[in-house]
């Protein structure tokens, strides 16, 4: 089955303490992108990958990193998370065929406390 | 900066009615332009996508593109209560990978 993959699902951890979330996906997509959805702004991208180690910030980067090393994998790191990046978050992918047709994974509820 | 603008709703309509989901944006070089379905709790679903002026129909979604007017709308003739979800426009800001969405408009189907 053709889908995107997101772990943890839910996290609740304390600021400061660093912590990855993965995205995988299996339809051997080169475009990837992370977002985050806060109510009443809608999805703002934060990063996105067009390929293998080719990572750009989206429009809301600060307090992210991101890694491409392998094509089905985007981790998303939070280095020093602070109770403002309190979010739903999702990974997506697209293929360079239809590059804005994204597929979202399932998201994961963060709360920085 | 690009925007994406929604009415927030909620929008209303009676089972069987049409439901008509509008949106505007702000960048005339937008060549690309989708309509997301989110349930509650769920991750976004693309359900229409329109690249040129005019009307495009899948099953009971009609997506309709005036670039002139930098306007998109969404129909879902014979709505029914599984159709109430938030309904997010986004719209290509240049390049591949990047759109800009909309806050979304949730719709409410009742019986």
């Known amino acids: 089955e053709a889908q995107v993959t997101q772990n943890p699902r839910y996290l609740i951890t304390v600021t400061g303490k660093k912590l990855t979330v993965t995205c995988s996906q299996n339809m051997n997509h080169e475009y990837m992108s992370w977002y985050r959805q806060d109510p009443g702004l809608g999805l703002r991208q934060i990063y996105y990958s067009m390929n293998v180690e080719v990572t750009d910030k989206g429009d809301v980067p600060e307090g992210y990193k991101v890694s491409r090393k392998e094509k089905r994998n985007f981790p998303l790191i939070l280095e020093s998370p602070s109770p403002n990046q309190t979010s739903l978050y999702f990974c997506?992918?697209?293929?360079?065929?239809?590059?804005?047709?994204?597929?979202f994974g399932p998201g994961t509820r963060l709360t920085v406390t | 900066q690009k925007e994406v603008e929604q009415n927030s709703g909620p929008l209303s309509v009676p089972e069987g009615a049409i439901a008509s989901l509008n949106c505007t944006y702000s960048d005339r070089v937008s060549q690309s332009f989708f309509w997301y379905r989110q349930y509650s709790g769920k991750s976004p679903e693309l359900i229409m996508s329109i690249y040129s002026n005019g009307d495009k129909e899948d099953g009971r979604f009609t997506a309709q593109l005036n670039k002139a007017s930098q306007y998109v709308s969404l129909l879902i003739r014979d709505s029914q209560p599984s159709d109430s979800a938030t309904y997010l426009c986004a719209v290509n800001a240049g390049g591949y990978n990047k759109l800009i969405f909309g806050a979304g408009t949730r719709l409410a189907v009742h019986p």
């Open positions: 997506a992918s697209s293929s360079p065929v239809r590059g804005d047709e994204q597929y």
